[in-house]
């Protein structure tokens, strides 16, 4: 009878060495949790532009954030316009005119997703609207429009030639970009 005791015994831990040698996924489970929400928290859509570290923009108090469009940015050493370099900002000094044809050939290239993007603002916009109102303003296509980005230290001469060149190219609604603070009270 002695040995069958130690027998069970033996079989009963060998018994209980199976059932715990499984993986807890509880703890995996909260891990890929966790990793789920920082995903989608940070994946959404940012709809601020970013300016890049070489241009600081200047303060506003204003409320609306920018739409999607095309940008141009202008520097102390460059104009970009997609962030692809066009023309040195001492040409655009140095020149005459206050068209630049370096920057209006940039502009009308980029014409193709100024109209996609009006367009898509346009729909958007006829969705939220009541019957009557979205279908006159479904007529009437929306003007392709440019944000530009420009170092507070540019001088509003160059950014009056760039902004001639914008409308010259067709671009009827140009808009700055700044930095939002908090409203004064």
């Known amino acids: 009878m002695r040995r069958e005791s130690r027998r069970m015994k033996r079989m009963a831990r060998s018994h209980k060495r199976k059932k715990t040698q499984g993986m807890n ?26 300016p890049p570290k070489v241009i600081t923009l200047p303060d506003s108090v204003v409320e609306t954030k920018p739409r ?15 962030s692809r370099p066009v023309v040195a900002t001492s040409e655009v000094i140095d020149s005459k005119g206050t068209v630049i044809q370096a920057i209006k050939d940039a502009m ?3 014409m193709d997703k100024a109209i996609t993007v009006a367009k898509a603002e346009q ?6 609207a009541d019957g009557a109102e979205g279908e006159d303003d479904a007529n009437q296509p929306e003007p392709p429009e440019v944000n530009i980005l420009a170092d507070r230290t540019v001088p509003f001469s160059l950014l009056k ?25």
């Open 25 to 50: 996924l509880t703890s995996l489970m909260d891990v890929f949790t966790i990793l789920v929400f920082f995903l989608l928290t940070n994946t959404s859509s940012n709809e601020a532009l970013e």
């Open 68 to 82: 999607e469009t095309v940008t141009l940015m202008v520097t102390d050493k460059e104009i970009l316009v997609e």
């Open 108 to 110: 009308v290239a980029q």
């Open 123 to 128: 729909a958007k916009q006829a969705e939220g």
């Open 161 to 185: 030639k760039v902004m001639s060149s914008c409308t010259d190219a067709g671009y009827t609604r140009v808009s700055l970009a700044v930095i939002q603070k908090a409203a004064q009270g």
